[in-house]
């Protein structure tokens, strides 16, 4: 498993778990270590799970790529992040399939699970294997299977997930498909990788885009007088041709916020205009401005400016009950908020500690002391360790951009 983050370390816990022998490969040295004492990094494996796997010696970590030689399968899962201008950032997946090319031997599985544009396995890593004169499909096998994690999920995780696979050829497909029936309930195969490529990018860009549009009937519903919420629940009510999204301060996470820029740039690659996707990307990213005028307005209501005054910030991971703050937008927010001149702390009990500002902030403690001293309170993340009754209670204004405070009417109140 080339990659031990929040795909490949649930994956890598899953083969040991059903009697794989699993070598993870890092370049975080520290990681290495730590994996290698028995203890985890990420919140949905539990520490107890890594240690029995290391005592057993079904699971080690290592920063050698020379043990990738003996490896049967290879499973790429590094990340996949855009650069400034938008553009996929491919450099992880080079860097990996290069070390792998160095060491391939005949029969070796290579699949590759980093979300990426569709092609990339056929187009990029196919040749950088076939530079030595081995075939794909008679002397190696090569797929493309997307990840489908969702952290903090209760009920849907890693085994349990469909996993779709496309090969680059029918023996390509069958050979993953044989390694992962191993493992998970149920396999989908597909004909080809592009079409498994395009469809972790269609997953997160029907996401991207039904939020954009729930989004922007918020933002109308607010110019309306409209409790957009209730909207919703209401349409909710029809039993066909409505799925309810729900509106927020902006996208976060490993997906969300990346994956239909994929598509639309390889859209563009081949003189096509996306216009929904980048129109949905457009809404979603202003949401944090938003959120920072409805702390305004909340601050002029009291007779106070911005500048100079303290904000807290409720919630901070990119959704509920996680420690993931990956392009979360509360980063966003507090960013907009300090440059117009507020004092801004957080308190968030999964996310102990944060760097904003070139600083490095410690959450502070959910208690009523924390929550009556600021001039605003703004929830962001609802996790279930608040009280939102202490909120209400001792909050002197509360800028509410996730609804936790629905139904209840207070004044001081400013819903997203």
């Known amino acids: 498993m080339i990659g031990l983050g929040y795909v490949g370390l649930p994956l890598s816990v899953e083969f040991a778990k059903a009697g794989f022998r699993v070598t993870g490969f890092e370049i975080d040295r520290k990681r290495v270590r730590t994996l290698n004492r028995g203890e985890s990094h990420i919140q949905d494996v539990p520490t107890r799970d890594v240690r029995d796997l290391v005592r057993r010696g079904t699971f080690r970590a290592t920063l050698d790529f020379d043990d990738l030689r003996p490896m049967d399968v290879i499973d790429i899962c590094v990340p996949t992040p855009l650069r400034k201008t938008k553009d996929p950032d491919v450099s992880y997946i080079v860097a990996a399939v290069a ?21 990339t396995t056929e ?11 081995f075939r794909c499909g008679k002397d190696f096998f090569l797929a493309f299977s997307p990840e489908r994690v969702d952290p903090g999920n209760p009920t849907y995780h890693t085994r349990n997930i469909p996993k779709v696979v496309g090969g680059v050829t029918r023996d390509c497909t069958r050979v993953a498909t044989a390694l992962y029936a191993a493992v998970m309930d149920r396999v989908v195969p597909v004909s080809t990788p ?20 729930v989004n922007e009937i918020a933002l109308l519903s607010d110019k309306l007088g409209v409790d957009v919420w209730e909207v919703i629940e209401a349409a909710a009510t029809k039993p066909f041709g409505f799925m309810p999204f729900y509106p927020g301060p902006g996208l976060g996470g490993h997906c969300i916020p990346i994956d239909p820029f994929y598509l639309s740039w390889k859209a563009k690659q081949s003189g096509f205009e996306a216009r929904f996707i980048e129109l949905a990307g457009q809404v979603n990213g202003n949401m944090p401005y938003h959120v920072a005028g409805r702390v305004r307005e909340a601050l002029n209501a009291r007779r106070r400016p911005l500048r100079g005054s303290r904000i807290l910030v409720l919630g901070v991971a990119y ?77 002197r204004s509360i800028v509410d951009s996730r609804n936790a405070l629905k139904g209840r009417r207070r004044r001081g109140v400013y819903r997203l």
């Open 99 to 119: 070390e792998i090319a160095s060491r391939l031997r005949r029969g070796q599985l290579i699949v590759l699970e980093s979300t990426t544009y569709p092609g």
């Open 123 to 133: 187009e990029l890593v196919r040749p950088m294997l076939e530079k030595r004169g």
């Open 194 to 213: 592009q079409v498994a490529e395009m469809v972790k990018l269609l997953e997160n860009t029907f996401r991207s885009v039904n939020i954009g549009l």
């Open 319 to 395: 959704k509920p009950d996680i420690d993931d703050v990956r392009e979360s937008p509360a980063l966003d927010l507090i960013e907009i908020l300090e440059k117009e001149g507020a004092r801004v702390d957080y308190c968030d009990p999964h996310v102990p500690t944060l760097t904003y500002g070139g600083r490095l902030h410690r959450s502070l403690p959910f208690r009523a002391s924390t929550l009556k001293s600021p001039d605003c309170v703004v929830i962001v993340t609802p996790h279930r360790a608040f009280d939102f009754g202490a909120v209400a209670r001792h909050a």
